[in-house]
């Protein structure tokens, strides 16, 4: 009897489970979201790919080391956010003509030229504590500017590549993969800044410290090299232009749709420079309050990269009850709460903790924004659509690095992180009030 107490009821509850399991992979939604996946082309995942190495470089690599590399050097947050300033503001200049070239050159070109610069720019830049005393700013200030202007190529030419190798029927989950993709990138990223320069140092390839700037500027120009591939695969995409819609390019530039392009640009303003910011202090607030190490900090935005993965995945089931505009906007609330604990925290660990909420509750707004930036508009005016968005975005957060640095150097880093939780919060407010009505269709219905 006891043989059959503790025996029968495990073959039932596995029945159960395995019988949930078969109908959870046999429901319509799940058959329906494997069947998109199979529909993106092979275009789409290799601009997907390019959205891994981007954040393995730019969120990954970028955020974790170059604030370090220029602490290092002996620059305090003032001149950090000075020099973050302008990079933002040249990518926010390049933006528009950037999507000139795209659409002149084709995604393909403006993809690999751009992957090119952006990588060519912070190579160069890691060089600098080797150049005189006088020469160092100029020479960050120039590399960064030049690295901006290829990132912001890239970017102008990454989401109507996207766009136009994809059908209304899958694009969302394409445009949600892209965003999932992208911290699978930073994460590793992350990992491999916070670790490199000590392995570096412990392998005996440096003879140098943590407190020295060069392990920081050998890490950084190592993590460039993964560009290499990634352009070889570039170089393999069909050379192709980016349409121009079946109406002659004049008629198109006269109803150009600047209403929603306005709406657009203010969205990104508010909401993208509050949490790029955020992001760009955080390592300097970490080290600069409670002499984080670096691994650590590696750690904290590796995790938050990690966590952030899944999170873009799962907003298709939040679009179908808030809305797109809801979704965004409720996004954007929890990013801008993070953002505040993330000031308010009174160890390292509470702000990374608020650092990680404030990245997965970005990726889940973002996947959904782009998509809505990109399907506001008429195709013909997809370009121009990323290219107001990261205009915009690049003018907001270099005003806003700039007035963070002064606000963190005399204020602290509070005052900088409660401004950004308040354009964050700003934001997500406009969102809902200009796109509710709009961003529930695509604009081919329009």
């Known amino acids: 009897m006891r043989h059959t107490r503790t025996v029968l009821p495990v ?9 949930r399991s078969r109908h959870l992979t046999q429901s319509p939604a799940v058959i329906h979201y494997v069947a998109n996946l199979r529909r993106i082309r092979r275009e789409a995942w290799v601009v997907l790919a390019g959205a891994a190495v981007r954040g393995f470089t730019w969120t990954g690599v970028s955020d974790t080391i170059l604030s370090l590399y220029l602490l290092r050097m002996g ?7 000075a020099a973050a300033a302008a990079s933002n503001l040249g990518y926010a200049v390049a933006a528009m003509p950037g999507a000139a070239v795209a659409r002149r050159i084709g995604a393909r070109a403006g993809l690999i030229v751009g992957s090119l610069i952006w990588a060519l720019g912070l190579v160069l830049l890691s060089f600098a504590d080797l150049l005189p ?4 700013q100029p020479w960050i200030l120039t590399m960064w500017l030049v690295a901006a202007g290829g990132r912001a190529l890239d970017a102008v030419s990454g989401q109507p590549y996207l766009t136009e190798s994809t059908t209304p029927r899958e694009r969302p989950h394409a445009f949600a993969l892209m965003i999932a993709f992208s911290p699978v990138g930073s994460f590793l990223g992350s990992l491999v800044a916070g ?7 412990a392998s005996g390839a440096l003879r140098a ?12 120009a190592l993590a460039m090299l993964i560009y290499v591939p990634m352009v070889a695969i570039f170089l393999t995409l069909p050379k192709r232009t980016l349409p121009t819609g079946p109406a002659p390019a004049r008629s198109v530039r006269g109803r150009a749709p600047w209403g929603v392009l306005g709406a657009i640009g203010v969205v990104c303003v508010l909401r993208v420079s509050g949490e790029f910011t955020a992001r760009t202090f955080f390592a300097v607030h970490l080290d600069s309050t409670w002499a984080v190490a670096a691994a650590q900090i590696g750690a904290a935005v590796a995790t938050a990269n990690l966590l952030s993965i899944p999170a ?10 808030l809305g797109r505009a809801g979704t965004i906007a409720l996004g954007a609330l929890g990013v801008a709460v993070s953002i505040l604990l993330l000031g308010l925290s009174p160890t390292w660990q509470a702000a990374a903790v608020a650092f990680v909420a404030m990245t997965v509750l970005a990726a889940m707004a973002r996947s959904v924004w782009s998509l809505v930036v990109q399907e506001s508009v008429q195709p013909a005016w997809r370009s121009a659509a990323a290219g107001v968005s990261n205009f915009t975005s690049g003018l907001g957060v270099a005003a806003m690095s700039s007035a963070g640095g002064v606000m963190a150097a005399t204020l602290g880093f509070r005052a900088t992180f409660t ?24 604009a081919c219905a329009h």
Do not use: C, K, N
């Not at 073959?11 to 019988?19: F, L, N, Q, Y």
């Not at 005393?133 to 160092?136: A, D, H």
């Open 419 to 442: 401004t950004s939780a308040a354009l964050v919060g700003l934001g997500a407010l406009y969102v809902w009030f200009a796109f509710r009505t709009r961003a529930g269709e695509p």
């Open 195 to 201: 670790l490199l320069p000590g392995i570096l140092i």
């Open 312 to 321: 873009p995945l799962i907003t298709p089931l939040l679009v179908e009850r």
């Open 133 to 136: 005393g006088g020469w160092q």
């Open 75 to 81: 620059y305090g947050p003032a001149f950090i956010g």
């Open 209 to 220: 410290t943590l407190d020295h700037p060069r392990p920081y500027g050998v890490a950084m």
């Open 11 to 19: 073959p039932i509850v596995d029945a159960g489970r395995w019988a």
